[in-house]
């Protein structure tokens, strides 16, 4: 960092002399790869400068980290994830901050019910973490209205881990119960009011017991959602029965969605299937009788022709077939 910002200074000094007729002979050109490595030095530069400027506006603005005891941090009012990581990814995660140490502060706001206390915007699954270990957490405290949290909260789960749609969807019914206005409610999980309308709609049609007994379902978007709900108007409490199997706990996420549908979904008629015989026990034809569709087929190795009369007689026995019906 020294060398680039005494290279720089260097270049940007002023000339003073003008060189020589020899020095402007004898001077080595500048290739071109030396001015894209001093176009780089100078964008490395700037970068430097605009890190150590917004971490200046931070320090003025209060956003300094501290260390907290873990025992003091309470969660966020509204839960915007469903638990359902597993327990060795959490270990693992939990590994990396035994080893490496918390490398992101989590953001907290003075508690305004209990003097000494602090409530969480986010940073919960690295709060959990150090209390296990028993080490102190370091945090950024700022004074935070209910709205500015939820807007953190839902900001920086969007930015380092996409919350699944219905994740998503229940936070912002939460929200919404809540009384936030749907203002803040885009602002939180920045979505347009069209998009958060059909969120909030699917998150209200399927029943929450159910939606937690399914869990993130991180590989599920909308339609499939909505495919749950439309059933759910048909077949009422069906889907306890659903989510009681045995083994249905174990079951990855997604997996345990797919088997709701499912269970809920109509069930196809097997088919039938019948040979038409003649009086001499020759087969003529087999019909396969479906949940919309009857499939004849003749054979013509036994009843050659026949086929082709059949489908010459088909408009009068169809006819015979009305006049009967409308008899």
């Not at 966020?76 to 994830?81: K, L, Q, V, W």
Request: aromatic share 4%.
């Amino acid at each position: 960092m020294n060398k680039r910002r005494d290279a720089l200074k260097a270049m940007m000094a002023p000339i003073t002399t003008q060189p020589s007729p020899e020095d402007r002979q004898t001077r080595t050109p500048v290739k071109s790869g030396s001015l894209k490595a001093m176009g780089l030095s100078l964008q490395s530069l700037s970068q430097d400068a605009d890190e150590a400027r917004a971490l200046r506006e931070q320090l003025a603005g209060g956003d300094h980290v501290v260390e907290l005891d873990p025992a003091l941090i309470d969660p966020s009012f509204i839960r915007d994830r469903l638990d359902d990581a597993k327990a060795a990814e959490f270990e693992a995660f939990q590994a990396s901050i035994a080893e490496h140490g918390q490398q992101v502060p989590i953001l907290v706001r003075p508690s305004s019910q209990t003097e000494g206390r602090y409530q969480v915007a986010y940073g919960h699954r690295r709060l959990e973490a150090l209390q296990r270990l028993g080490r102190p957490v370091k945090a950024i405290v700022k004074h935070l209205t209910d709205e500015q949290l939820v807007v953190a909260q839902g900001r920086e789960n969007l930015e380092r881990r996409d919350l699944s749609f219905i994740e998503r969807a229940l936070f912002a019914a939460r929200l919404e119960d809540h009384g936030f206005a749907r203002s803040a409610l885009t602002a939180a999980l920045a979505v347009h009011k069209g998009n958060l309308s059909t969120m909030i709609t699917v998150a209200r049609s399927v029943p929450e017991e159910l939606i937690v007994a399914i869990g993130p379902a991180p590989k599920v978007g909308r339609p499939r959602w909505e495919q749950l709900a439309e059933l759910l108007t048909k077949t009422g409490d069906r889907w306890r029965q659903a989510i009681a199997v045995t083994g249905f706990d174990t079951l990855e996420s997604d997996t345990r969605l797919a088997r709701v549908l499912k269970a809920l979904s109509p069930r196809q008629a097997k088919a039938t299937r019948q040979v038409v015989k003649a009086d001499t026990g020759t087969p003529l034809a087999q019909v396969v009788q479906g949940r919309d569709r009857l499939q004849f087929t003749i054979e013509e190795k036994s009843a050659p022709a026949f086929g082709a009369y059949l489908v010459e007689q088909l408009p009068e026995i169809y006819a015979a077939f009305r006049r009967r019906a409308d008899a």
